[in-house]
């Protein structure tokens, strides 16, 4: 089945700077790779996604970039601000599967320091 | 407003009791999970149904049933089976097909054994 590693574990960041968080997945058929913020107590929610036929996207402060080849995608944000501070997952989907059944990362805590 | 409700958002047992936990969702959707997490980890996918009337295990059902009568609803039993329940469940629905893969979260319930 799917794997997909996330790097790193936490990372703390000054306000303003940019924070990467890297995920790498072992099904090359997986064709959907969201990203979810999760604050203390609640359920994730999706800030960005990309599917394989592109490379990168772009919403606002954040940004999201898929390597095919080497099965790997990235999240970046930039100009961080404190409320960013949360845990940030990856995910792929299973097999290419079109539906939701998605295989996670194991998590990114995020400190973004005033 | 739509979304994703998870009732009791913290319950406790006790050892040889059975549990079940509430997930009932108002967005049409399709297809409904449920996820756990432990602290230092990605959601783990214990159940999915894709239509009413069926399901499948997912990567670590064994001590967890599931049934799918309505299409808005989709409760998990944790059965005294569970040796660890203590833990964080998620509920997640989605759309089927291609184009509609988001999945949308409820926001938990914490299950303690005591």
């Known amino acids: 089945g799917e794997n997909v590693e996330q790097h790193p574990s936490t990372l703390s960041v000054q306000e303003g700077d940019s924070a990467v968080i890297k995920c790498t997945y072992s099904?090359?058929?997986?064709?959907?790779f969201p990203w979810y913020k999760q604050e203390l107590g609640k359920g994730p929610q999706l800030i960005i996604d990309?599917?394989?036929?592109?490379g990168e996207k772009k919403d606002q402060r954040i940004a999201v970039t898929l390597n095919k080849t080497a099965k790997h995608f990235s999240l970046h944000i930039t100009e961080t601000q404190p409320e960013d501070s949360a845990v940030y997952f990856c995910?792929?989907?299973?097999?290419?599967?079109?539906?939701?059944?998605?295989?996670f990362g194991q998590g990114t805590i995020l400190t973004v320091h005033p | 407003d739509g979304g994703i409700t998870q009732s009791p958002k913290y319950l406790f047992r006790k050892e040889g009791q059975n549990v079940t936990l509430s997930c009932e969702q108002n967005?049409?959707?399709?297809?409904m999970y449920w996820y756990r997490q432990d602290p230092g980890q990605g959601l783990r996918l214990i159940y999915y149904?894709?239509?009413?009337?069926?399901?499948q295990k997912g990567d670590i059902a064994e001590g967890y049933s599931v049934s799918r009568e309505k299409k808005e609803s989709f409760p998990l039993t944790v059965t005294s089976a569970q040796k660890n329940p203590t833990a964080f469940y998620l509920c997640?629905?989605?759309?089927?097909?291609?184009?509609?893969?988001?999945?949308?979260f409820g926001q938990g319930t914490r299950l303690t054994v005591v």
């Open positions: 997640a629905s989605t759309l089927m097909g291609a184009g509609s893969v988001e999945a949308f």
């Open positions: 099904d090359s058929a997986s064709n959907y």
């Open positions: 990309i599917r394989s036929n592109v």
């Open positions: 995910a792929a989907n299973a097999g290419g599967t079109s539906y939701g059944k998605l295989t």
């Open positions: 967005l049409n959707h399709d297809a």
């Open positions: 149904s894709q239509i009413v009337n069926d399901f």
